[in-house]
């Protein structure tokens, strides 16, 4: 039995004391959160169209919004309905996740279920269920196995999410095939105004013709509301955008389309996502919510023993720096699977080689890195993108200087796990057939993780990176590789939507514009304040942060990474993943052997966390605490401006000592300007302690905090 | 090492004697087959285009025909060429099919292999490679490897076939997913005015927009010649339909589509299949011609030892014939793989249950079948079919009242093997991510063959039956059923290109209108004189003969199998199939054991085949020796009108003693009278005889002709 599945059972029996459940058959009714501050109304029109709307603080959020499916087959699901039961529930329980950001995790929420029934031109009952948590509202459509309703295509899901006002909005443009582009904030007037500039080229991008913006969109208010919609449990459903009206402030889902222009195939029982909104006048508030967590299901795994935090390096960076390795072999640009590699010219710059990959474990090994990933080390890479071409990867064949068996060997004996890594080109049918055969190989040498990447145009040809199809592939994967005892590390695959919950060897996914896009023209200093209210909403992210060498002038060229060197440290808090990659040259961490030992540090998998402050693209601090440990770690970051932190100590505990480490930016520090400029300070802290920190332009702060003796505290200094 | 790779060793010495290459830059060449009746004209036009053309004894066959390839992302292949080298050689070999219609196949040609260069806008070239036999052109486009031509995507292929006149036709419309068409005979021009009508519905059927038929096309000209264009080893491509200019009589290539529209993905070094021109002024020449096997590659399969030909019973056609039995088990009209079907209410017609089952074991133990196939033994029937679903089977799971170990034991100990059913309902990713576990299941319990079937829409969803993706998918199936020993026969699959040469363990498919439709509004009287120069063209057809109960009014409705009981004997000689089925009902059988006797006797694998008088849309006779036997089998059948066959026994060694069954109409038997109405006789027969024998309309002849000691002959009439 899994812990989720544990404290799930162990909580029922409070859980059923809470229950009260009544009918009614009013065409209109309201629900609020457990602490009172959100109201929900679910009311039907005179045309019997369901509608929803929100309030907090008595503050409307979402003014009345309709609801309803547009099918293809069958007769739509928008209108003539009538309300024929409703159910209220109260839930209050407490989880453990396998991993995640806190221990614990509460979830409590009065439940709506409203049963809504169509009598034209046949009977067919259908049911939304809505969720109303302190942190927000999570709602879904249900549909029932009857008589009159077993299969249906969804031609288009029609839910509203009708704003107050012209808000301000973090957003990246609607697109089918990739969530990796750069964040532009504005009103959300000015969308129309900027979308064009907003698609920047991105790989195998397919922009939404429509006015829309991608999930998790965060939203802030005239008045200060924050206000983040997004989804939960997207299983067997394509992925939802939304389509803007810029004059109305209205929102309205945009599901993604198949290859033929459906947008779901379903078979009853079955359920739509949860469609979620979460609301707070407090910015850290959003960060802080489970909300998305708590609505998708535990995990059925039986065990999750397996399944763990992971710290990792990796043969990858070197691709990106001008010119100093590559993925391929060999200097081909034809090859086949069937090619015999050892005939081909070496291009000698083939980073995946026995000797370099050594290095790598060797410096994983005395640094306490629990893997080292290995990306290209396969055959295939020569003219692997671009081509859609089929049979692109094998997964199972080393480069002729990859020698499999000696390096997971040479690695095991120092401790350390080599990393899978599938690119799967996107090429997804040619993936599934050799997946087996793939996931036996990786058991075989000893490999218990996998990075899967989908870069290009998907094969089943004219499918999409979002679609329903694809949405049930990422599963299928993550099933599988548990079935296998392999934890999975997508990137390029639909933004999560909390199933790391229900299947938690999916340990973290990229999903976003991440680090590599620094070395293609740099990120926005404030992107990084940006994802944490809207990638990772949806879970783990795999950024992959910890570039030191920040100047890639260095290696040619005048690519700059966007950020000082602390505040590289402080996305090892800030942004959560339970798979963390210290991701710059071994030679860049040991030129700064002192900054480096918080990475050495840091821990991945927490107790509890603190959202101490943030505000969507300006600044994010964090702190949390260790899993098991008596340590806390504090990360705080900045946009392209300066500020000072302010971190509370007060989540120590009371009369204890403690030493805190202070990683911060020097005085002259900058984005652009000295940003490898540190200075790193021990001083002595307790739950009253309290830190303000300068963050220079584009920099941030990071903490260690560690349990000491009286001894080790003397000659340090207090707060 | 197969027999197939064996013959072609040992006949290569005599092969490279008959060799002679030599080079020329002119840009028209001329090359005439062995017996130069047939000579092809290769010529460039003045735009650099490159054409073909064909005459059959110094008449044109194909006017002069352009050649050419239209791309999308590099320069089209159709013009600016010039010629920069050309080949000839003579093949002269022998090899031997796995299985077959002759023991050994003569595959004899000259070869001329033209290289064309494009300069502009880089130097890029390609071959085209032409076969000339005696009895019919083959030719393809070669792609070589090279810097400026790695990869390409299709357009669409422009190959000619400028026709001499308004010839009949005997056409089924292009249809991208369905071969399944019943068959119309017109002149060319009368094309358009009929396809309407010809377009009868079929399952999943795309018909194509433009007016186009289906290959193999099967034409005849006033003057006499019969002409049949198809294609030979369609691997890696998209199938071939024939675009038709109805004025000016030009059929060309039109290419199957995949999801987004595209025709083929290439990746050099690469090659088109082979179009194929089988011509002769004897209609008879068109089937016994082995063109197209002898285009098609020896096959790679190091054992072939077990795969074997075979006769077959099977819980099937009681599934046609009104309301008897179902493939489904319950009452259920919505079902998942993960339901429990014990729970479920039986409908109490469930055809696939253990009683029946046993039936039929032991009627084929009894009547010497090799095997009993089972449709509906496995969950997913209810709801298989109409709703695009994808996980619909999983091909391990037997319904409850199938026992499938059981059942395979009390086979098994009766010397008979269960025949597997893999019914995909064409959600071919879901079949593809299950066939290892599927054919362990089948090696486990015994089964050495599957019956696939591609019923309904293909998913992934906007591909087409017909498409490269799906040529493939067929081509994988086989490749990796060999790897478990497991024959396979198609349903619904892409028509065959001779491919059962390379991939033997593929013996059979349907992939044309069968047996089912005798149940489903009748086959027209001709429609099995057309398919031998059509269907049968590109190989073995599962067409499930052997109806003997004709009239199935006796089921209830007013279906009719629409031939004599011994038209349905005569297609065991005239439908080649290294597999053939008993299709009826075993009860059928056992009222008419005289009859049955031929269909028990009867080989599917042959040492000979001798065509002896053929006429397409009017009749065919054939005669075949056994396989290692002294047994011959001679079938004739002929369409709507009564005829009288000739059968020459001259095939018979000199000198011995025969004695022949006639299976034959009765005077007053037809199609649609009296059809269970025969005689059967008995007759002394030598090389010298000649048999002339009345056949009913609708009707047929069969004749088993065997070996006998003199004392077997005695009372005895001679023929």
């Known amino acids: 039995m899994s812990t989720d599945q544990f404290r799930q059972k162990a909580h029922r029996i409070a859980l059923f004391l809470f229950f009260c459940a009544f009918t009614t058959l009013v065409n209109a009714q309201v629900i609020t959160s457990p602490d009172k501050n959100l109201s929900m109304k679910f009311e039907l029109t005179?045309?019997?169209?369901?509608?929803?709307?929100?309030?907090?603080?008595?503050?409307?959020?979402?003014?009345?919004?309709?609801?309803?499916?547009?099918?293809?087959?069958?007769?739509?699901?928008?209108?003539?309905?009538?309300?024929v039961d409703t159910k209220q529930n109260t839930v209050d329980e407490t989880w453990e996740p396998v991993m995640g950001e806190q221990k614990m995790i509460r979830n409590h929420y009065n439940e709506l279920l409203v049963t809504l029934e169509q009598s034209e031109p046949k009977a067919r009952h259908i049911n939304i269920r809505f969720r109303l948590f302190n942190d927000g509202l999570g709602f879904r459509y249900e549909f029932p196995q009857q008589e009159n309703l077993n299969y249906f295509v969804i031609e288009e899901e029609h839910t509203e999410f009708n704003l107050t006002g012209d808000h301000k909005i973090f957003w990246i443009r609607g697109d089918y095939n990739t969530n990796e582009y750069a964040y532009t904030t504005s009103k959300?007037?000015?969308?129309?105004?900027?979308?064009?500039?907003?698609?920047?080229?991105?790989?195998?991008q397919n922009p939404i013709d429509t006015l829309s913006v991608q999930t998790p969109s965060m939203m802030k208010t005239d008045d200060g509301l924050y206000i983040n919609i997004h989804e939960a449990a997207l299983v067997n459903y394509p992925a939802m955008h939304l389509n803007v009206d810029p004059v109305n402030f209205r929102m309205s889902s945009h599901l993604t389309p198949d290859a033929v222009g459906n947008k779901g195939y379903m078979q009853t029982e079955t359920q739509s996502p949860w469609r979620t909104i979460v609301v707070s006048d407090k910015a850290t508030d959003i960060l802080a919510s489970r909300l998305i967590l708590n609505l998708n299901e535990p995990t059925k795994y039986e065990d999750v023993s397996w399944i763990k935090p992971t710290k990792y390096i990796g043969v990858w960076w070197e691709y990106f720096v001008n010119g100093k390795s590559s993925w391929a072999y060999s200097t081909e640009t034809n090859v086949k699977l069937t090619d015999d590699f050892t005939k081909f010219t070496p291009n000698g710059r083939h980073g995946a080689n026995n000797e370099n990959v050594r290095r790598y474990i060797d410096f994983a090994a005395e640094n306490g890195f629990d893997a080292v990933l290995v990306e290209g080390w396969n055959i295939g890479w020569e003219d692997w993108f671009g081509n859609w071409k089929e049979n692109v990867f094998d997964f199972v064949t080393p480069y002729p200087d990859f020698d499999v068996k000696a390096l997971n060997d040479y690695a095991h004996s120092k401790g350390v796990k080599l990393m899978m890594h599938h690119e799967t080109s996107s090429s997804v049918v040619n993936y599934e057939r050799r997946l087996d055969e793939a996931f036996t190989f990786m058991n075989k040498y000893g490999y218990d993780a996998v990075k899967t990447g989908y870069v290009g145009?998907?094969?089943?040809?004219?499918?999409?990176?979002?679609?329903?199809?694809?949405?049930?592939?990422?599963?299928?994967?993550?099933?599988?590789?548990?079935?296998?005892?392999?934890?999975?590390?997508?990137?390029?695959?639909?933004?999560?939507?909390?199933?790391?919950?229900?299947?938690?060897?999916?340990?973290?996914?990229?999903?976003a514009r991440g680090t590599e896009f620094e070395a293609m023209g740099g990120l926005a200093p404030d992107h990084t304040t940006i994802l944490p209210f809207t990638r990772l909403m949806g879970g783990p992210m795999d950024y992959t942060p910890g570039i030191f060498q920040t100047d890639m002038s260095i290696?040619?060229?005048?690519?700059?990474?966007?950020?000082?060197?602390?505040?590289?440290?402080?996305?090892?808090?800030?942004?959560?993943?339970?798979?963390?990659?210290?991701?710059?040259?071994?030679?860049?961490?040991?030129?700064?052997?002192?900054?480096?030992?918080?990475?050495?540090?840091?821990?991945?998998?927490?107790?509890?966390?603190?959202v101490q402050e943030a505000e969507p693209g300006d600044y994010v601090t964090i702190a949390r605490k260790a899993k098991g440990k008596n340590e806390w770690y504090v990360g705080g970051i900045t946009d392209e401006n300066s500020r000072t932190a302010t971190i509370n100590f007060k989540f120590l505990p009371k009369g204890k000592n403690f030493v805190a480490t202070i990683y911060a930016d020097a005085k002259d520090a900058s984005w652009?300007?000295?940003?490898?400029?540190?200075?790193?300070?021990?001083?002595?802290?307790?739950?009253?302690?309290?830190?303000?920190?300068?963050?220079?332009?584009?920099?941030?702060?990071?903490?260690?905090?560690?349990?000491?003796?009286?001894?080790?505290?003397?000659?340090?200094?207090?707060?």
Chains 1, 2 share one sequence.
């Open 188 to 204: 959300i007037s000015q969308i129309p105004n900027l979308i064009e500039k907003a698609t920047i080229d991105v790989h195998a």
């Open 46 to 83: 005179a045309k019997g169209e369901p509608t929803y709307q929100l309030t907090f603080k008595k503050k409307p959020v979402i003014k009345q919004s309709k609801m309803g499916i547009a099918t293809q087959d069958v007769p739509s699901m928008l209108e003539g309905f009538k309300v």
């Open 555 to 610: 290696y040619g060229g005048n690519q700059r990474v966007n950020t000082t060197l602390v505040k590289q440290l402080a996305y090892y808090v800030t942004m959560y993943s339970p798979l963390q990659m210290a991701a710059d040259l071994p030679e860049n961490y040991e030129r700064f052997p002192d900054a480096f030992q918080f990475i050495k540090d840091v821990a991945v998998d927490w107790d509890n966390t603190w």
């Open 672 to 719: 652009n300007k000295n940003p490898q400029k540190y200075t790193i300070r021990k001083v002595r802290v307790d739950s009253k302690s309290k830190l303000k920190q300068y963050i220079a332009p584009g920099g941030g702060v990071a903490v260690s905090v560690k349990e000491v003796s009286k001894d080790e505290l003397k000659g340090l200094k207090k707060l």
């Open 457 to 511: 145009k998907i094969i089943p040809r004219g499918e999409q990176h979002d679609g329903q199809w694809m949405v049930n592939h990422y599963i299928y994967v993550a099933n599988k590789a548990a079935k296998y005892k392999i934890m999975v590390n997508s990137h390029e695959a639909v933004r999560p939507t909390g199933l790391h919950r229900t299947y938690p060897n999916w340990i973290a996914q990229e999903s």
